[in-house]
């Protein structure tokens, strides 16, 4: 099992991507840094509790084929460019990782809405009780 963390600037906002790779899957997760991070502020990201958080979410992540197409790129970037490479099969593992959390927070969502729709529901019936009674 080998891990790799890169930071990126992805345009907006600079990004870090923890990759595992074990038996030929590819696990990934990323934490967003916002503003460019010193390396004052790297080092406390990656000794303290953040890391180990990012870590636990790669390790959760839902696992992809790597399949080694990233590898060629890699080795025609010029070395400097190198640092800075996602792989492939990572983004690919970020994607399905967002899509299972989508479909959770969906679930979730139906079911607090089914759960509010039936607290206004009852609060209606007792209402409804409580006018009948004349109260």
């Known amino acids: 099992m080998s891990g790799m963390f890169t930071l990126f600037h992805n345009g907006q ?4 991507v923890y990759e595992i790779r074990e038996a030929g899957l590819v ?3 990323q934490h967003v840094f916002g ?5 004052a502020e790297l080092v406390e990201f990656a000794a303290g509790p953040g890391f180990a958080e990012l870590a ?14 990233d590898e060629p790129r ?4 010029p070395r400097r460019e ?8 990572a983004q690919r593992a ?15 969502r139906k079911q607090r809405r089914a759960e509010e729709a ?5 609060i209606a019936r007792a209402k409804a009780k409580a006018r009948h009674r004349g109260r």
């Open 27 to 29: 696990r990934a997760a």
């Open 13 to 16: 906002f600079w990004v870090g």
């Open 56 to 69: 636990r979410r790669a390790h959760a992540a839902p696992a992809v084929a790597d399949d080694g197409r």
């Open 94 to 108: 970020l994607k399905e990782s967002i899509a299972a959390r989508a479909v959770e927070n969906k679930a979730a």
């Open 118 to 122: 039936r607290r206004r529901r009852d």
């Open 74 to 77: 890699r080795r025609r970037l």
């Open 35 to 39: 503003a460019e991070p010193t390396n």
């Open 82 to 89: 190198q640092q800075t490479v996602v792989g492939t099969a």
